[in-house]
């Protein structure tokens, strides 16, 4: 181990780092009310959606610009908190 690969290290975790955060967006609260309409159903049972209800949704939505996996756990932890 030298220097300069301790240095490279540590370079490539400050640019993990930075990439973590610019990922996180918070909801819109219009968008975060389309979204639980959509699945009040599911916010009811307390059951997560499953992917294909998820990328279905989006499909139908075409303003949204999120993944599915950010609409399942923005689901899950609105009837996690109650």
């Known amino acids: 181990m030298n220097i300069e690969s301790i240095q490279e290290d540590v370079a ?13 967006v918070k909801w819109e609260p219009h968008q975060k009310n389309i979204v639980l309409k959509a699945f009040k159903k599911h916010i009811k049972n307390r059951i997560p959606p499953k992917k294909s209800e998820c990328l279905k949704f989006l ?9 599915w996996i950010r609409i399942k756990t923005l689901v899950f932890n609105t009837y996690r908190d109650k």
């Open 12 to 24: 490539k975790e400050k640019k993990m780092k930075l990439r973590n955060i610019k990922g996180r």
């Open 59 to 67: 499909s139908e939505n075409p303003k949204f610009s999120c993944d």
